[in-house]
């Protein structure tokens, strides 16, 4: 049916199945549904009314009151009570710059060129992956570049729960279909790993490649300063802070934060300029104060999202720093379980 819509005056959840990965708008909301065959379901207000755009939607029942996106790797597992039990309106978000990538190390300008890591990124992303081997993760978020991958994936192999990364492929219905996995309990054990240019470091123009000093001894450490940190002025043919963050929080929001409301725990694996922007947006920064962010590579940062609300936890150290577990009593009840199940 086109331009399906539905009015509801209880509350509830409204059911849509995607026939084709498009946009639906949900109350006031634009959401993201999966390709074909995956589920939404949306928890809704008291009143609101709900269309589809111009695409064809099937409507079914409204059943329960949890809100949750899940598809062939998505499904929320009833038989796991470990992760069942972490359900709940507060979710943890872990964001982490990939660790240092080979032009990192020769001071090149990086931007979207996809360049891997070096052996001292991978030892950052492994000691990434221990601090956060006691906070749950549901999902995973990455760029489409290699060192933002390697590092989540780096870090995962330190998770205590041992669930598997698997990276989704969606670019086509083949390489989706070919992809498949026929194991509801190996779907359990795995964790959905999705990737988007979006989150791609901000493209550097036509300083991609050069050498950052060199650079500054020929135009002038200010005109570089500018190029590289201020809020609005672009490099030239390349994306300024502001046009990377147009895109980096426009995903976000359009893809990630319904995830998180839907009570996913998510881990963001990305860049120094795409994480920038996105912590302007959790953190509320103003174009003046974001110019001054820094981020180092391979650092792990915590925010628990609850009510609604990103409340920023820093960057957790495990096993022996306790204090991260003092958070809120959600991840300690998660690590009691994992040691729990571990010993
Ligand atoms: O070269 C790049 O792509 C970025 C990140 O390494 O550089 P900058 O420090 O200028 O943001």
């Known amino acids: 049916m086109a331009n399906a819509m539905l009015q509801q005056t209880v509350g ?58 899940v598809g062939p790797l998505l499904a929320p ?22 660790g240092e990538s080979l032009w990192n190390e020769k001071n ?29 993760v549901d999902m995973i978020y990455t760029s489409s570049l290699i060192r933002a991958q390697m590092t989540a994936m780096l870090a995962m192999t330190q998770h205590r729960r041992k669930k598997v990364p698997i990276i989704l492929h969606n670019e086509d219905e083949r390489a989706r279909a070919w992809s498949k996995i026929y194991s509801e309990d190996t779907i359990e ?22 050498n950052k000093q060199e650079t500054a001894d020929k135009f002038g450490h200010e005109k570089v300063h500018e190029w590289r940190r201020s809020y609005d002025i672009p490099p030239p043919n390349g994306e300024s802070l502001e046009m990377c963050a147009q895109r980096a929080v426009a995903y976000f929001r359009d893809n990630i934060e319904p995830q998180l409301l839907s009570g996913k725990n998510i881990l963001i694996s990305a860049h120094g ?33 609850k009510e609604g609300k ?18 809120t009593r959600r991840l300690a009840q998660y690590r009691q379980k994992l040691d729990d199940m571990l010993t």
């Open 189 to 210: 054990q795995s964790i959905p790993v999705i990737t988007s240019w979006k989150l791609n470091e901000r493209m550097y123009g036509e300083l991609q490649g050069l």
């Open 108 to 136: 090149l300008f990086t931007g979207c060129v996809d360049v891997p890591l070096t052996n001292k990124g991978v030892e950052e992303a492994i000691e990434a992956g221990h601090r956060i081997s006691n906070i749950p």
């Open 310 to 327: 990103f409340i920023r936890r820093g960057s957790p150290v495990a096993p022996t720093e306790a204090g991260v577990y003092a958070y």
């Open 12 to 69: 509830g959840t409204l059911q849509l199945l995607s026939n084709s990965g498009t946009h639906c708008n949900v109350g006031n909301r634009s959401v993201r549904l999966l390709p074909k065959g995956f589920k939404l379901e949306v928890e809704f207000p008291k009143r609101a009314i709900y269309s589809s755009g111009k695409r064809k939607f099937n409507v079914i029942q409204p059943s329960t009151s949890q809100t949750s996106v």
């Open 77 to 98: 597992s009833s038989s796991d009570t470990l992760d069942s039990h972490m359900k709940s309106n507060e979710v943890a978000l872990i964001l982490i710059r990939h």
């Open 273 to 305: 300029n795409s994480l920038r922007s996105i912590i302007m947006y959790l953190d509320k920064l103003t174009s003046q104060e974001v110019i001054t962010l820094e981020l180092s590579t391979g650092i792990p940062m915590l925010y628990i999202f």
